[in-house]
T-cell receptor, first 113, second 111 residues
Framework: SQKIEQNSEALNIQEGKTATLTCNYTNYSPAYLQWYRQDPGRGPVFLLL?????KEKRKERLKVTFDTTLKQSLFHITASQPADSATYLC????????????FGKGTMLLVSP | EAQVTQNPRYLITVTGKKLTVTCSQNMNHEYMSWYRQDPGLGLRQIYY???????DKGDVPEGYKVSRKEKRNFPLILESPSPNQTSLYFC??????????FGNGTRLTVT
């Protein structure tokens, strides 16, 4: 099954800067990849889905890229705000059968004023 | 309001006492799933269901049971809870394996 790697160390940035989070996977190339936001003690909230034939997807201040050659997705938050502080999770189909999602452990983002 | 509702939010119990965590969704989703989340281990899938009467094991199914008799409900059953099942549990649903809607979580402590 798929193995997902996200930076375990928290990312600290200043307000107004662009935050870039990385998601690497090790096995087969998935048909799509998703990003979620999770606040402490709460359930993850879906942000963006990008398909294998899409290089880039945008939603307001969020941008996701998907490089199937590198087996990597980058998640960017531009003009970051303290309210963006949270843990961000990437998720992929568990196997090629699209049966279910498996999640990375997430990267905590801390945006300071 | 579209939502996934889990109950209870908090539960403290003793080893061996059977318990059920309920999960209900009002979005007519076929797919439902249970995850547990532990520090350093992330979200791990326990069981999932592609539709009524269809359930399958996730990555950590040992010690858990589920049932899917109706589309909207997907209860998680711990027949004989043990301290290593102390965790934060999330139920989720979607139209198909895709963007998941998560519940607010159930924090379970087994002493």
């Amino acid at each position: 099954s798929q193995k997902i790697e996200q930076n375990s160390e928290a990312l600290n940035i200043q307000e107004g800067k662009t935050a870039t989070l990385t998601c690497n996977y090790t096995n087969y190339s998935p048909a799509y990849l998703q990003w979620y936001r999770q606040d402490p003690g709460r359930g993850p909230v879906f942000l963006l889905l990008i398909r294998e034939n899409e290089k880039e997807k945008r939603k307001e201040r969020l941008k996701v890229t998907f490089d199937t050659t590198l087996k990597q997705s980058l998640f960017h938050i531009t003009a970051s705000q303290p309210a963006d502080s949270a843990t961000y999770l990437c998720a992929l189909p568990r196997d090629s059968g699209y049966s279910t999602l498996t999640f990375g452990k997430g990267t905590m983002l801390l945006v300071s004023p | 309001e579209a939502q996934v509702t889990q109950n209870p939010r908090y539960l403290i119990t003793v080893t061996g006492k059977k318990l059920t965590v309920t999960c209900s969704q009002n979005m007519n989703h076929e797919y439902m799933s249970w995850y547990r989340q532990d520090p350093g281990l992330g979200l791990r899938q326990i069981y999932y269901s592609m539709n009524v009467e269809v359930t399958d094991k996730g990555d950590v199914p040992e010690g858990y049971k589920v049932s899917r008799k109706e589309k909207r409900n997907f209860p998680l059953i711990l027949e004989s809870p043990s301290p290593n099942q102390t965790s934060l549990y999330f139920c989720a649903s979607s139209l198909s394996p895709g963007p998941l809607h998560f519940g607010n979580g159930t924090r379970l402590t087994v002493t």
